[in-house]
């Protein structure tokens, strides 16, 4: 049983920067992937961004070069780095502990609250 609790979003203006974090509890955090999910309204949850136990990262498209994947094993902590945030990037974000399986992160069924971005002037 995994236990994730994200912190960090807010309403930011285009432009700007967040950080979000999302801590792990109940498990050995070292040992799992982890990945940032988000969500619109009225949009599918996709995935943004995965860093295996190992370190290697994977970005959707949309967020490459703009977003920063991280993580912190001795915090039980993975963080998302969002820079030159714009407008489509307002949703609701989920942070998932899952695993690799042929370089391709999979979701597993551990799922933080969300928090909200909110990129707007």
């Known amino acids: 049983q995994v236990q994730l609790v994200e912190s960090g979003g807010g309403l930011v203006q285009p432009g700007g920067s967040l950080r979000l974090s999302c801590t792990a509890s109940?498990?050995?955090?070292?040992?799992?992937?982890m990945g940032w999910y988000r969500q619109a309204p009225g949009k599918q949850r996709e995935v943004v961004a995965s860093?295996?136990?190992?370190?290697?990262?994977n970005y959707a498209d949309s967020v490459t070069a703009r977003f920063t994947i991280s993580r912190d094993n001795a915090k039980n902590t993975v963080y998302l780095q969002m820079n030159s945030l714009k407008p489509e990037d307002t949703a609701v974000y989920y942070c998932?502990?899952?695993?690799?399986?042929?370089?391709?992160?999979?979701?597993?069924?551990?799922w933080g609250q969300g928090t909200q971005v909110t990129v707007s002037s």
């Open positions: 998932n502990a899952g695993y690799s399986l042929r370089g391709h992160y999979v979701p597993d069924e551990y």
């Open positions: 109940g498990s050995i955090f070292s040992s799992l992937a």
């Open positions: 860093i295996f136990r190992g370190g290697t990262t």
